[in-house]
Nanobody
C-alpha cells in the first residue's frame, strides 16, 4: 500500500507561481509512474503532467513551458512547479501513482491517489 499526501496549494495572483508537493509513504515509489491531475468545479478530472519511473516527463499542451514535474526518490516525494498561473487553472490538484512504471492519462489506471490540494488563482 502507498499513501499520498499533497500540499503546497493556496491562493496566488494570476501570473504567480506555486510548488505542489506529493509526499508518499507505505512503500517506495521509485519504480512507479506518478502524475498530477486537476479538477475544477463542475468539470471532469483532467491530466496535467506525468513522470515515468525513468524520469521521462509528459505535459498536457496547455501547461508546457510553464509547469515542471520532478521527483526526489531519496525523499519519496514528487513535485509540480507551476509558473505563470492562469485564473482558469483554479482547481483541486491531485497526485496519483501507478505501480507499472509508465504513466497513464487515464485516471482509472492510476492506483493510488492523494486527497487533493486547492489551488486558487485570482485575477
Amino acid at each position: 500500500q502507498v499513501q499520498l499526501v499533497e500540499s503546497g496549494g493556496g491562493l496566488v495572483q494570476a501570473g504567480g507561481s506555486l510548488r505542489l508537493t506529493c509526499a508518499s509513504s507505505g512503500r517506495t515509489i521509485s519504480g512507479d509512474a506518478v502524475a498530477w491531475f486537476r479538477q475544477a468545479p463542475g468539470k471532469d478530472r483532467e491530466f496535467v503532467s506525468g513522470l515515468d519511473w525513468n524520469s521521462r516527463t509528459y505535459y498536457v499542451d496547455s501547461v508546457k513551458g510553464r509547469f515542471t514535474i520532478s521527483r526526489d526518490n531519496a525523499k519519496n516525494t514528487v513535485y509540480l512547479q507551476m509558473n505563470s498561473l492562469k485564473v482558469e487553472e483554479t482547481a483541486v490538484y491531485y497526485c496519483a501513482s501507478r505501480e507499472r512504471g509508465y504513466y497513464s492519462r487515464d485516471p482509472k489506471k492510476n492506483e493510488s491517489w492523494g486527497q487533493g490540494t486547492q489551488v486558487t488563482v485570482a485575477s
